[in-house]
């Protein structure tokens, strides 16, 4: 929609409030997202405010508009609170430690641009052109922000209530998308899956794990994740950290740490 915005705002003479909120309103981007989530704004200048990027703002001075970097301030700490609410529901047997951690590994640059491709934030966002020339619309940071935005917009709309409602349906749509509940604690796995293989080994009296890496000639890296002194899994690609991660994350996936015997699995690239 950014394209198309900045060539209405250009070539219309009268770009009085009205005539933006009007554009935006009637936008098939603006119907589609608000169907999605099953919202109408009763303050359509918040909805306004929650996709405007800062680039917009800065190189439209004359428009007015306020960016989204307060209500993004403002969602950043209700999707906390919304996380935190469910996690305390769903798991009333973790302490305060783990409940954090799993907390931020559920809110988090990747795990909100994931919600955002869910919303199609990338068809919505108003941005200026420089952002538009570098493609701001598929960068994390942006899509991440916008989302943060979208809720504290709703927030300030309808309260932490209206909020809530919104955030359960997306969480349906993530779960309709990916078969899968967003709410997990599968999540802390795929989110730092060193430091939990590692809480997990000492626990079990099995030391902390250890990487080993030897570089190929083709300029490759083999890498050997050891538990207890025993290789348990090996896997080739052209990145260290990135294989460590991913060993670490099947050795958990497989509850291989339990075990002695060695797999290998030889990757092109990483993932």
Same mark, same amino acid.
Request: include cysteine; hydrophobic fraction near 40%; proline fraction near 2%.
């Given at each position: 929609?950014?394209?198309?915005?900045?060539?209405?705002?250009?070539?219309?003479?009268?770009?009085?409030?009205?005539?933006?909120?009007? #554009?935006?309103?009637?936008?098939?981007?603006?119907?589609?997202?608000?169907?999605?989530? *099953?919202?109408?704004?009763?303050?359509? @200048?918040?909805?306004?405010?929650?996709?405007?990027?800062?680039?917009?703002?800065?190189?439209?001075?004359?428009?007015?508009?306020?960016?989204?970097?307060?209500?993004?301030?403002? +969602? /950043?700490?209700?999707? *906390?609170?919304?996380?935190?609410?469910?996690?305390?529901?769903?798991?009333?047997?973790?302490?305060?430690?783990?409940?954090?951690?799993?907390?931020?590994?559920?809110?988090?640059?990747?795990?909100?641009?994931?919600?955002?491709?869910?919303? *199609?934030?990338?068809?919505?966002?108003?941005? +200026?052109? +420089?952002?538009?020339?570098?493609?701001?619309?598929?960068?994390?940071?942006?899509?991440?922000? %916008?989302? @943060?935005?979208? $809720?504290?917009?709703?927030?300030?709309?309808?309260?932490? %209530?209206?909020?809530?409602?919104? #955030?359960?349906?997306?969480?349906?749509?993530?779960?309709?998308? #990916?078969?899968?509940?967003?709410?997990?604690?599968?999540?802390?796995?795929?989110?730092?899956?060193?430091?939990?293989?590692?809480?997990?080994?000492?626990?079990?009296?099995? +030391?902390?794990?250890? =990487?080993?890496?030897?570089?190929?000639?083709?300029?490759?890296?083999?890498?050997?994740?050891? $538990? /207890?002194?025993?290789?348990?899994?090996?896997?080739?690609?052209?990145?260290?950290?990135?294989? @460590?991660?991913?060993?670490? =994350?099947?050795?958990?996936?497989?509850?291989?740490?339990? @075990?002695?015997?060695?797999?290998?699995?030889?990757?092109?690239?990483?993932?």
């Amino acid at each position: 929609m950014s394209v198309e915005f900045i060539e209405f705002i250009t070539d219309k003479k009268d770009c009085s409030r009205e005539v933006l909120l009007d #554009f935006i309103l009637n936008h098939s981007s603006t119907k589609n997202l608000l169907q999605k989530i *099953d919202y109408q704004f009763n303050n359509f @200048e918040l909805f306004l405010m929650s996709i405007t990027h800062p680039s917009l703002t800065n190189e439209f001075p004359e428009l007015k508009l306020e960016s989204n970097q307060r209500l993004e301030y403002l +969602g /950043d700490a209700v999707i *906390d609170l919304l996380i935190a609410d469910s996690l305390i529901k769903t798991y009333p047997s973790f302490q305060e430690g783990k409940l954090s951690k799993l907390r931020s590994a559920l809110v988090n640059e990747l795990s909100l641009v994931l919600l955002s491709n869910i919303l *199609d934030l990338s068809h919505i966002i108003l941005l +200026g052109k +420089g952002e538009l020339h570098t493609k701001g619309y598929v960068k994390s940071s942006v899509l991440s922000d %916008a989302f @943060e935005s979208l $809720i504290g917009g709703i927030f300030q709309d309808s309260g932490f %209530a209206g909020a809530q409602k919104v #955030f359960s349906t997306i969480l349906n749509l993530y779960q309709e998308q #990916f078969k899968a509940d967003y709410i997990t604690d599968d999540a802390l796995d795929e989110f730092d899956p060193k430091s939990r293989l590692q809480e997990l080994t000492v626990a079990l009296g099995k +030391g902390l794990p250890q =990487y080993q890496n030897i570089e190929t000639e083709d300029r490759q890296y083999k890498v050997d994740l050891m $538990i /207890d002194n025993k290789i348990v899994l090996t896997r080739i690609g052209p990145a260290k950290k990135q294989i @460590e991660r991913e060993l670490a =994350y099947q050795v958990l996936k497989k509850k291989l740490y339990l @075990e002695g015997d060695k797999h290998v699995i030889k990757t092109s690239a990483s993932k």
